[in-house]
């Protein structure tokens, strides 16, 4: 029997089904603390049960779901958004996450620990990148979130997302070149980054 897919047992948790909600949750609880992570160490457990309390509230409050998975990722978005925008409150302009990165923003981002090196160091230059590109890459890459769901998450035009995603790569590879690191390890991140699809942008 095959299980349940995400937008029935969404629907049925709304409908108050705890085991539902449950099931949801264990489903993409780990990704949701990936998202975190990547941008902020270890230290997330309150943003994740944030975006999922945030999530149970806007379905009571009647919000529509075309994707739960959209869905779901656009609250995370939305709460480390805010959790950026509380840490630099201070500043005279509120900062734009199309143009500023976590480096920026000196939010005293974190490297989570990581298995290997060139993992850290990749972790590292995607932090480098403007915070909605790191978004767009992590998810497209890393978690198989396509354009369409992008566009919906960050609330943008496809063509967008996918200038986003080609813009990035650039950006990457021209922040690996700045590391200091082993040339072992740039290597193996350089070759992870030849391994990613192209995603050309649309033509005007």
Known sequence: MNAP???????AWMEGDHDAATTLIERYYDAIVRFFR??????????????FLGVAESGVRGVGVASFRAFLYGVARNVFLEHLRAATRDRQRAPDFAVSSLVDLRTGIATRAARHESERLLTQCL??????????????????????????IQGVPAG????????????????????????ADKAA????????????????
């Open 38 to 51: 990547t941008k902020l160490g270890d230290d997330v457990d309150d943003l994740v049960q944030r975006t």
């Open 5 to 11: 897919g995400d937008d029935a047992l969404y629907r």
């Open 189 to 204: 991140v350089g070759a992870a980054l030849d391994a990613w699809p192209e995603v050309a942008p649309d033509q005007s």
């Open 127 to 152: 932090q480098h990148l403007p915070v909605e590109l790191q978004i767009a890459v992590e998810l497209y890459y890393w978690e198989d979130v396509g354009i369409g769901e992008l566009a919906e």
């Open 160 to 183: 967008t997302i996918k200038s986003r995603l080609h813009r990035a790569r650039h950006l990457l590879r021209e922040a690996l070149g700045r590391m200091e690191a082993a040339p």
